[in-house]
Structures are given as C-alpha cells and as structure tokens.
C-alpha cells in the first residue's frame, strides 16, 4: 500500500492529523459554560427546534476539514495513484539509438543559408534532447550508440574491448558529442534500416536475458517514402518482433520541415536532381578509338528544371571533354544522353595501370539542390592499344586464305578490320580455348563451330563469367546434340535457346520469287521494348540518345534474304522464366497462308455479327472492304503469310501508319468499348501470322553477355552481309561487338555493396594488390579536380569450392584497381612467361536511385507499416518525458490545488454559517417576537416562571 506513494512516511503523519479537526470539534463542545440568559433562551428554544439541521451542516464542516487535511497529506506524501507503474519505469533502462548517416541524411532543403543537414539536426537531437532527459531518471540509464553505415558501438569501437554498454552521464554526454563532432559528415553508404533494427534486436535481447532491464530503441532518421516502400514489409517485421519482445520503438523524424500531427497531411520534401547512372558502352576501348558514355539525370523533385549543365574531369583534367546541356528535365523524369570520348593513352610496362582512366561527371546550375553528395559520378575504362578479337571455326575453315569468300569469317574479319581499325583479329580453331589465355580477347565468336569440348565449354564459361562477350553464329555443321548438352545445359549454360528441330530446308525458286513480291520487312522486332536493349539500342539512338533513328536502320530489313536458320521455340527460354535472356529481332511467319484462313473466317463472322448493331453502320463499308481484301488472299495458295500480316495490319492501323485517311476511322472502330475483345483476338491473329522464329538474341550469363543468331554470319544461308540490306548488317555487327565489350561493366555498383569474382584455383596466385582511385571535385574548379591514388595493400584470396574467390568493397565512390598474377600452365605454351599481371577494375558510386529521392513517408503508411513504433518530429518535445522516468504524482497536476482552493471556500463558508452569529431570519422563522425587539433595538422582554414573556411588552400576534 505505502508503495503508492513516495513518500509513505508523511502520509502516515497526514493520516494521523486527519483526527485533528475531530478533536478540535470535541474540545470546543466542551469548553462552554451554561450561563442562564433570557434573552439567550430564545434563540436556545430556536436552536432546539433547528437542532437536526445544524448537526448535518456541523458534520459537513468536520468532514471538510477533514477532507482538507487528507488532500495536504496526499499532497505532501506524493501520490503515485492507484496503478502507480502505469507509463512509468522503475528499472534501470538501456537506450539503443541507430543514428541514420546514409546519404540522403546530408540534404540542407536546397537552402544556402541553412548550415545544418538533417544529420547535423539528429545529432542536436540526440545530444541536447534525449540524452539529457534520460539524465532526469531516477533510475541507472545506459547508452548503446551507432552509425547506421557502420553498425558498431560509437563509444566502445573495438568489439575485443567492448565492456557492454556505457552508463549515461554528464561526462558520456559530452563524449558523446564529441564523438559525432569527429564525424559530421553523412556516409556515402546506403545502409538499409532493416539491418540496424537487426542490431538492435539482438543487442535487445542479449539484455532482455535479465527481466529488471527497460528497453528503448531511437531511431533518428529523415523516414524517406523509397526505404517503407521498398522494404516496408520487412521493417515492419522487424518493428513487430521489438514490440513483442517489449521493447519501445521510437522513430524520430528529423527532416525539414517538422512532420506534421495530421497523419492524413501531405509532407513536403526538398527538390533535387541528381546523376544516378554514368558509365561506358564498353568496358575496354582501343586507343584513340571513339567511345559512347551514357550520362542519366533524373529530377526527383516537383519542379521541372532547364539548362542543367554537365562537366566532367578525363584523369583530373577538365574541358577536355565538353560540357554537355539538358535543356528540360520534367519534374519527377530522367533524361539520357550520350557523349564520345577518346582516350590516348594505353599505359605502358612503366605504369601498366595507367591503362585505366577515371572520368567524373558534374552537375552544374542546378538551384534548390537539397543533396549535394549525388551531383558527382565517377567511371572507369581500360585502354589497350589493340582489341584482340577471337573467332573460333569449324574444321571446313580455310585458314591459309582468310579472304575467301565460303570462309564462315569471311564477312565479319572483313568488317571488323575495316570499321575497326585497331582490333586485332585473330582466326582458330576449338583447340585454341585450351591453350590461349581468354582474358586477353574483348571478344570471342562462335561461327558455324560443330561443337565443343567439356574443358573448351568450361573455359568458355569462365570467361564470359568474368565479364567476357561471346557471339555465336550458327549454320549447318553445328551439333545440335552437343549443343544442347554441354552449352545450353537444360538452361543452365551460357547457350541461351535449345535447339530441337533440323535447321529449316532450303527455299525452292518458286519461294525465292514469291518472297520476293513481298513488300514486307525481312527481319522483325517483336517487342518494342527490345529497342532499348543495350545490343541494340544504339541503332535507334543518335549521338546524344535521342530516339530519331528507327526508321533508317529498320528500311534496311525490306531487303534481307534469310534462307536457312535454326528454329528455335520460345518456350525455350519462357518456359523457365528465364529474364537473362531476351529475343531482339525474328523472321516473319513462313508457314502457308491456307494454315490461317480458318482463323481469318472465324474472325469476320465475329466482326460482321458485331457491326451489324446500329451504332456501327458508319464503319461497315471500310470493314466489309478490308475484309474482303484480305479473303482475296487465299486465292492464291503460294501468298507468302507476310501478306496477310501486313493486310491485318492495314485492318488493325494500331502499328503502322501509311497515310490512308481512313485510317482514324479504322481506329475509332477497334477503339470501342464493345470491340476490345475482339481486338485482342485480331492483335492476335496478325501476331501470330507476322511473326516467325527467332533470329537474333542475347543472354546475361554472370558478368559477361553472350549474342547468338540462329543463322551463318554470312553465306550460304544468307545474303544480308551482301546483299541490299548490307548497310542494316553493318550496323547491328558494330552494336553487338560494342555490347559484347560491355560485358562485366557494372557502373551502377553502389559503395559499400562487394565485388566478386571466382578465379580457377592454381591459375592464379591467391593475392591480388589493390589501388584506389578517385577525383575530388569539393573545390568546385572546372578546370581541375584533384587525383586521389591510394595504395590499399593485399588483398587474401579464398578457396572455395575448388575456385579462388576474390571479393573486396569500397565505401568511397570511385574505382578500384586489381592486380592479379597468373601462372603458367602445364598446356601453355612455352613462351609463356610462369608469372604474368592481369588488371581488373570495379568502379562504386553512390546509389542515387535510391538516395536521391527525397520523398518522405506519410504518416497513414507509418501507422501501418511501423506498427507498434511511436512516430514523432523533431519539432515535438513532449514525449521527452517519458524518458525521464520520473513517477507523476498528484502534486504535478494542477487540478488538486484547484479542488483544495474549492474546498477550502465551501470550508469557510460552512464556518461562517455555523458561527455563533445567528441570521436574523432564522430567529424571525424560529422566534418572531425576538426577532422583533431585535429589529427595533430593544431587547425581548424576560421570560415568566413558566417561561412565557413579560406581559409588560406587548407582543404583535403572528
């Protein structure tokens, strides 16, 4: 019971004076003496007859003062109230707080005059607010503290010497800050806030084993809408879990402006734009030799922007390369662009890793920029002087007489020394992916080979694993067992199709003639979206990205004669839902037209059963026209199926436009509510008549990429390396060696995140040395950023599973350079050195996808998503109490003070009443002739023997 109060002693001496007034009531009855007055018998006979009342209001007054002095002890002796534990802590209490120091924490809301970022506003926070109430308990408080970017105790940084946590005091306070003053700055690493609650989960309950510890977890962050959206489920798990465990979960939101009460409110955010993508098509270039960088911007603000400019450093040095402009950059879009450099420089024996070049993009005249960090993007490119290119041959090959034109290489060697004139181009045999050294070529292909061995596939796919680019062409001396069995591997493989059919016959002459009166294209997209894949992209795109290109390169198509390919079935790939792989271009339908006509018939009569409502008499006759166009077709059994795709396109006029203006009509038709099935079963329809099997795909395979066409790279299945169409040939064999380069490039590796890479165990040394490499562009001068080169040591490499595994990280945006060592091998050649340097390099950058948006988290999604968790702003201090941990008593509250004040008036009042002063309408009700004499100011007169009144004093009847 005494628990109840603080202090139990002065209670106990509060409960005893409440007795006082009740002795003092019985002492003041008793100290009177009866003195016989007759004009005090009077107002006796009318007190006798007012008796019961005065007794109740006396009672009233005794329990007033009674009621007085127990609210003074409840006072004085601090009552807790009833369920004294309720909001409150009595045991000592550990505080976690999880600083969040990713990048989007440095935004300044694009103010110049605001000097502090959001992380500067949560480390106020931290020190100067919650710390110091949690000093206010009255029971032992300690502190665990870390950096999201780096999960380890602040004030106890070696895990070996780590004594637990650390008690909060003045002094730890002021360690504390100068602790976070040691680290203003935000990291460049994106930390995910699931793995600090992790951390705290597990410091959690490591001092839950003991039930007399309180838990608090404080979580200082800007509550960005990208981290609830992308990782709501699992934050939500993690928050769950805490809450369960009884901990209490607060989130303090220290973004500006402060949150808002309302829930249901929109939260503003600080504009910003940033770079978030900057990187080469290629990941090797050849000296001198032109090479596309493409730069992406994008505005997470809602503010379009205009005149962005972008500046970049070549090694430090800037106007080498121009700046580039983006005129708009809509609110809430990106923007691509492309820019050529070239690179003179190849390195030398003196410094090999000279080889690599770092170029630094900037942006410029961006105003209300919140993030800063984002602005700038490095990338990394390995110049060679020559590009060695190997092309593997079957044994047909005439390798004495490159030029001839039956060689399998003939067209693309030709090409490759002619449009590139510093690839080094190199034609062999299988045997030569066992004896060579793969890394050295920027790509190999694969031309009409019958088949390779287990050890060749194995090398093939450690090569393409590693960032290499293979290019297979097929024809007819390919294995098509083989293949299927050592290089597709049931999907597992770098081969990305299965071959289950004989390539297709040959065309008669009646077939080359019809195909001939066919006006359609040759070679098809099937999905448009396939246009912007990277194999390809780059015939669609002018030199600044723009997408103006695709009618030119795609006239070309009208004129490819592909005779012969291998078929291939689309279930393939889709079946396994396999997203590696992706099919650029395929052949029309070449099955007859009378396979069809059944479908086209069936068609019609829906349609004409349709349009015979009254609504669609204005379109009936175009109908009915092209209707009867297309039943013209199969009249002529030899119609090539190309015809009747391109008449149902005609029909559909959703895909092409021929500048009919009855076009618009046809649309308006198919665009009616009621048609939009039969649409789709249109769509359909030609779908299936225009396209054919596939002719051109590509495939992810680890870092590397891989390209196949299931045709020759040249006669005799085809003559699109000669013939009309020569032109669209060279263009797509330029993109495909550019994106076949590209491979290993991963541009878009953010800091912190690993590199790896598996290495054949005995081939290489298990070290590798590091360097790294960045420019600092803090001083804001164009025309020179400085070079930072840090030479990190070795690097350890690990064995496992029979392979070395090389996987190292960089928390600080720019490129790391590798050095490894390669050993000779018993089937190399002799002229192979025992030990020779290979380079790598793995660029890291900032993750400004993520970091850049700015967009904060409504407080309806918190209340859902952190369940159990307390949100507050910055702004608010009032739940700052409950980390004092002070138990509120009832002398905190203003209401007792006011129900003294109350009771001490009624007190007063009562006594007044009560006093020995009777009012004169009492006697007047009781005894009206003293009343009287006393409302005349003469006394009453004296009472007889019996008690009756003077008769000398007339007295007025009642």
Known sequence: MWSLFLHPVTMMVGAALISAPIIIHLINRMRFRRIPWAAMEFLLKAQKRMRRKLIIEQLILLFLRCLLVFLAALLFARFLGLDPLAGKETRP???????????SMGETGGDPQRSQDAYALARQHLTEKILPATLEATTPQSLRLYRLSDLTDLLQPDPAADSGPRRITSELIETVRATLSQQPKVSTVRSSLVRGLEKAKQECDQAGASADVARIVHVLTDLRTVDWSQEGEAL?????ELHDAGVQVHLIDVAQPPRPADKSRHLNYSDNVGIVEFRPRTRLAARNDPVDFEIRLKNFGSTDLRDVQVYFFLDGVGHIIPELPFDLIPAGQERTQLIQVQFPDAGNKDNPLSRFHIVTAVLANVPNDALATDNVRHAVIEVRDKLAVLAIVGPDEDLANPDKKSNDSFYLRRLFQEAFKSVEWITAQPDALDKQDLRRYSTIFLLNVPQLSESQVRKLEAYIQQGGGVGVFLGPRVNREAYNRLMFR?????FPIELRNDPTPPLSEEQRFLRSLSLSKRILVREASARQHPAIAGLYTNERGDPDKAQDIERFFFFVNI?????????????RDDRTVQELFCLPNDRPIAHYEARVMELQD?????????KFEPYRPLISEHFQNIRALFANTEMPLTELARRLDRLLADEVSEGDPREAQLREFWGQPEMAELRREAQNLRDDCKYGDPLYLAKRFGSGRVTVMTTTAGEPWTDWPSGAGAAGWVAVMKEMQKYLIGGGLDENRSVGEPFTLRLEAGRYKPTAQRLFLTSDTSRNDRGKAEVLREELGELILSLEGGELKLETTEKRPGALLLTLTRLRQEDDPPSEPAEKPEYLAAVFNLDSQREGDLARARGTDLAELARGALVHSAADADWLDSLKQKPTDLSSGRWLYLLILVILVLEQAMAVRLSYHSRPEDVAAH????????????PPPAPSGNGAPAPSTPVAAS
Do not use: C
């Open 606 to 614: 829906k349609v004409v059963k349709k349009y015979a409502e009254p």
């Open 93 to 103: 209490t550990l505080h976690i707080v999880l600083l969040d120091d990713t990048p």
């Open 563 to 575: 005779d012969q390919h291998w078929p291939v079935s689309r279930l393939s790939w889709k079946s």
């Open 927 to 938: 005894a009206p002739s003293a009343a009287a004499a006393y409302a005349r100011g003469t």
């Open 490 to 494: 049931d999907g597992q493989g770098f």
């Open 236 to 240: 939500r798990q993690k928050i769950q």
